[in-house]
């Protein structure tokens, strides 16, 4: 054997993921087959991972986004070096170096390289996490060490935990170079000065934080495969007018109209994307809920999950640069000061008005690129439910596609009061187009 | 039935507006005496300490001073008897007790069988016990003796009132996350209990669910409608589909959640302590709520005369100048983790003040590490100023529970906070300008001695303020024994009590700088320190 013990595709019923994450925790470590232990490892870190998106508080949907391409990459790299048939994405993601190898001479267990790498990115990204998601960590990691070094002989786990390590070490280090690793405040900058004139965003919240806009920084963070944040830049919204007849006017007053006659499926759908950060796993943990869900159902092989989980996880995170570019670009009202400025000053609207500028939707952007990302993978036409907050009571919803789901995800943004349709359909637009610079990367070795 | 009288709300509302909107208040003096107190108690412990480190502030010696008792976390608790002389330097005397318990949160004093000595209910991580007062500040424990099931959880939190006709109270139990999740404790909040009496001993109790980690409890009657309903702080951090929630506690019949039809709007908040208080003498308490960087102040949105108002509830945090979301000295960037709240009128102005207490939960990165304790003095116009720096209380100690109470009986209020990893530490207010001030006890015969669940109403000015008697909320701790009204320039003031079963005294002129006992059925009776 030359790079790894264990190339055995166990492809069993017994490896669905979502069977293994259920009982990650629960079940001893057992001797397993190599891409079991490794399905178990990655699939128990990335339920971990939605968790503490949710829980801690710098983790905003652009942070969030941004853990998760750096998570997907170091599995898909701790993976590929193993694997003749897929390509490294160092070359191709903008700033990445080539990634330590292993010495061809020697064998590797992927299971262990894979713990040591993500947890070692765990470690780093989720630093900021309170004493409980620090107890998970440690928790979880112990439990996982067991798991993937079981019944591996010593001298080849030292070696892969050597080797995921100085992986993880090389991907962080690329990492703390792109303008998103240090995030204080929560994202609210200690000082930002409004700008003046009615068409630009003012705070819409009481929360003393909040009277200054998240993050108006970070569409100048390196992007990872499109070349910029300006790449897929949108062309200006509609005109700010207080005008009765003028497409700004009518577009807020879309708005409030279908507030006005929400029917009881609208506002579920406003509910169920609502993804708040600190309530929910966040928009693009949404997204990432989905791609593992479906990756189970698919049984998909452990090639094809590391594949997927760096893609998505670099879309989103592009996504939301590009999007963040263009909200500061623009810096435009929320419907919420609109509305109650021009039509009605006792407006509410049904979802908690975000704190940072309207145009584009951060929503609909990304999930934009995610629905182009997951076509890619999985098809045009891949029906699935929906069943991210099974456990926050919301239930689940049926789509026929994931673009079903993304053109969801973007109405249910006008349902909930917070954007115009021009940052929605405009907003899926660059998601698109962002998405197709991920999709062009090349992860499969050409025959 | 409605006891609200919104005539008199609406001539308070004129004459405080009437009041010098923009007067600065006058900033108390506060001298720390940690280091001569005798007080040496730290809340100790790591993660199943990360909550709690409450206080409790009553007499148990009947010499009418306060004393103290203090959770120690993973340490023994610790009982201090007061010791001070009145207008004197405050000290403290450690006294073995009984109370000197390990896995204590927090504790609330309550008179569970009114023999009129104070029992108090340790809430512990592990089995909850109440310990029943023996006199002299010596207590055993009763959990068999009076029934009561103190489970295995992680308690966080207790609010207590009596129900109707009942010889016991009735005692709700918060209960956190299930301690033994390591992995993933998300979503594994356990049931909060609520002991209701079945004669003179507790019934089993009865699962609060849903549950959703309650760091807060009080039992207070927010619509004045004669029966406290169960308001409950929920740490979002845990629960998956929680909120805050509001319970109807209604004598013979199942608890039931105030929802959305009832005008419960769903707010979702790292809920950590709850202070009431009738800030603007309508009638009805406005709540402040505390959390990490989004405290709130609830004040019903439509408080509508003569009729039931809905629960629903506007936030005047920011309005009123009381979001206290990030450290107010220096250049820290990072906000703040509040924890016990409690409204009293420190510099004696007949405005309700608010003290929070501050601490990073343990070393999050993202929180303020030197998170100072607030004090912010209500102005004339309702809004809050920041005099915590200034009142020389604003410690950067990592604070969980406090008690404001007049340790001293010199008619100012003191401060006790309890601190994690740290000594608890203690404030003797000493401001030299203060103005005048009234301190009231009342006493019912029989049961519910201390009077739960009634409110105590002073005339000042036009306006009548109002204080809810409750046992409950701040965080993990409170106090029970003098009410404390501040009088400003006013040498007496009308006062009556609304005794819980609704009966209403006649209203006596009490004398300021006085303290009173009002027993049921009596004309108040000045008492003075032997």
């Not at chain 1, 006792?346 to 952007?365: M, R």
């Not at chain 2, 023999?115 to 909850?128: P, Q, S, T």
């Not at chain 2, 301690?179 to 089993?204: D, I, K, M, V, Y």
């Not at chain 2, 009293?344 to 990165?365: I, Q």
Request: aromatic share 10%.
């Amino acid at each position: 054997m030359a790079r790894i013990i264990v190339r055995i595709a166990f492809r069993a019923a017994a490896c669905r993921m979502l069977l293994v994450i259920a009982t990650a925790t629960a079940a001893p470590a057992l001797a397993q087959p190599a891409e079991t232990r490794s399905e178990e490892v990655l699939g128990t870190w990335y339920r971990l991972t939605l968790e503490l998106v949710r829980h801690t508080p710098t983790y905003s949907p652009p942070v969030a986004s941004r853990a998760f391409a750096y998570l997907g990459v170091t599995a898909y790299e701790t993976v590929a070096s193993g694997r003749d048939e897929l390509m490294t994405l160092a070359g191709q993601l903008n700033g990445l170096t080539p990634l330590p190898a292993r010495d061809p001479g020697l064998d590797y267990d992927d299971a262990t390289a894979l713990q040591a790498s993500i947890s070692l990115l765990m470690e780093n990204l989720f630093a900021n996490t309170g004493p409980t998601g620090q107890r998970a960590i440690d928790a979880i990691a112990r439990k996982l060490d067991a798991v993937a070094r079981a019944e591996v002989d010593s001298d080849i786990a030292d070696r892969s935990i050597a080797y995921g390590r100085t992986l993880g070490e090389h991907v962080l280090a690329w990492a703390a170079q792109d303008g998103g690793s240090v995030v204080e405040n929560m994202g609210f900058p200690f000082r930002y000065e409004l700008k003046p004139g009615p068409q630009h965003w003012v705070p819409t919240s009481t929360i003393g934080q909040q009277q200054v806009p998240l993050l108006p920084e970070w569409g100048g963070n390196r992007t990872f495969a499109m070349p910029d944040g300006a790449t897929c830049s949108l062309p200006p919204p509609p005109a700010y007018s207080e005008e009765p007849d003028s497409p700004f006017f009518v577009e807020a007053r879309e708005v409030y109209d279908v507030s006005l006659t929400l029917t009881e499926d609208q506002e579920a759908i406003a509910r169920f994307w609502s993804d708040d950060p600190m309530l929910t796993p966040t928009p693009p943990g949404h997204w990432l809920a989905i791609a593992l869900q479906v990756l189970g159902e698919k049984e998909a092989a452990l090639e094809m999950r590391v594949d997927a989980l760096a893609r998505l996880g670099i879309g989103l995170a592009d996504a939301f640069i590009g999007c963040w570019h263009d909200k500061y670009k623009y810096d435009l009202v929320r419907p919420l000061t609109y509305i109650r400025r021009v039509i009605d000053p006792a407006w509410e609207a049904i979802l908690i008005t975000p704190p940072f500028p309207e145009y584009p939707s951060g929503h609909s952007t990304q999930s934009g690129a995610a629905a182009e990302v997951l076509t890619y993978l999985f098809g045009a036409n891949y029906a699935f439910e929906d069943r991210t907050h099974d456990d926050d009571g919301l239930p689940a919803r049926r789509f026929d596609s994931f673009w079903h789901a993304a053109d969801e995800a973007g109405i249910s943004r006008l349902y909930g009061g917070i954007h115009y349709r021009a940052a929605i359909e405009l907003g899926l637009d660059q998601g698109k187009c962002i998405a197709a610079y991920t999709n062009a990367l090349v992860t499969r070795v050409r025959p | 039935m409605n006891r609200f009288l919104p005539a008199i709300a609406l001539v308070a509302i004129a004459a405080i507006a009437n009041r010098a909107a923009n007067a600065e208040p006058a900033v108390p003096s506060f001298v720390e005496e940690t280091a001569s107190d005798g007080m040496a108690t730290v809340y100790s412990g790591e993660w199943e300490y990360m909550v709690g480190g409450g206080a409790a502030a009553f007499d148990c010696s009947g010499d009418g001073f306060p004393d103290l008792f203090l959770a120690g976390g993973a340490s023994p608790a610790g009982f201090y008897r007061n010791i001070s002389r009145q207008g004197g330097e405050l000290r403290f005397e450690k006294q073995a007790s009984g109370l000197e318990l390990e896995t204590v949160t927090g504790a609330y004093p309550l008179d569970v069988d009114s023999d009129g000595i104070m029992d108090i209910v340790l809430l512990r991580v592990g089995e909850n016990v109440i310990m029943r007062g023996l006199g002299n500040c010596r207590f055993e424990r009763a959990n068999e003796m009076w029934g009561f099931d103190g489970g295995d959880a992680w308690s966080t939190a207790l609010a207590a009132t009596w129900e109707d006709g009942a010889d016991f109270p009735t005692i709700a139990i918060g209960n956190y996350i299930d301690r033994h999740e390591e992995g993933f404790p998300w979503g594994s909040c356990t049931a909060n209990w609520l002991h209701r009496a079945n004669g003179a001993r507790f019934a089993a109790p009865v699962s609060l669910k849903p549950s959703h980690c309650a760091l807060s409890m009080l039992f207070t009657d927010w619509n004045r409608s004669g029966t406290p309903s169960l308001r409950v702080s929920n740490d979002r951090e845990y629960y998956k589909g929680g909120q805050e929630q509001l319970w109807r506690i209604e004598t013979g019949t199942e608890p039931r959640l105030y929802s959305a039809d009832d005008g419960w709007e769903t707010l979702r908040i790292w809920g950590m302590g709850i202070a009431g208080y009738d800030l603007n003498f309508d009638g009805y308490p406005e709540y402040f709520l505390t959390s990490m960087a989004d405290n709130k102040l609830q004040a019903l949105a439509d408080p509508a005369p003569e009729t039931s108002p809905r629960p629903a509830y506007t936030d005047a945090a920011f309005a009123k100048g009381v979001t206290a979301h990030r450290p107010y000295v220096g250049e820290n960037v990072k906000p703040s983790t509040a924890w016990h709240a409690q409204f009293e009128d420190v510099n004696n102005d007949g405005l309700a003040d608010l003290f929070v207490a501050k601490g990073n939960v343990a070393a999050m990165p993202d929180f303020a590490m030197e998170d100072p304790n607030n004090l912010l003095l209500q102005k004339a116009d309702g809004s809050f100023v920041e005099a915590g720096d200034r009142a020389g209380i604003g410690s950067t100690a990592i604070s969980r529970g406090a008690a404001i109470a007049d340790f001293n009986l010199d008619g100012l209020l003191d401060l006790v906070v309890v601190n994690r990893w740290e000594e608890a530490q203690l404030w003797r207010n000493t401001s030299a300008d203060n103005a005048n001030w009234l301190q009231v006890r009342p006493i019912q015969p029989h049961g519910n001695r201390d009077a739960i669940g009634g409110w105590i109403e002073v005339k000042h000015g036009d306006a009548v303020m109002r204080r809810e008697i409750t046992v409950g909320g701040g965080h993990a701790g409170g106090h029970l024994g003098w009410w404390h009204f501040g009088l400003g320039g006013q040498t007496e003031a009308q006062t009556r009590i609304v005794w819980p079963d609704g009966e209403t005294s006649a209203w006596e002129k009490l004398r300021a700088r006085h303290f009173y006992t009002i027993q049921r059925g009596r004309t108040a009776t000045v008492w003075q320190p032997r």
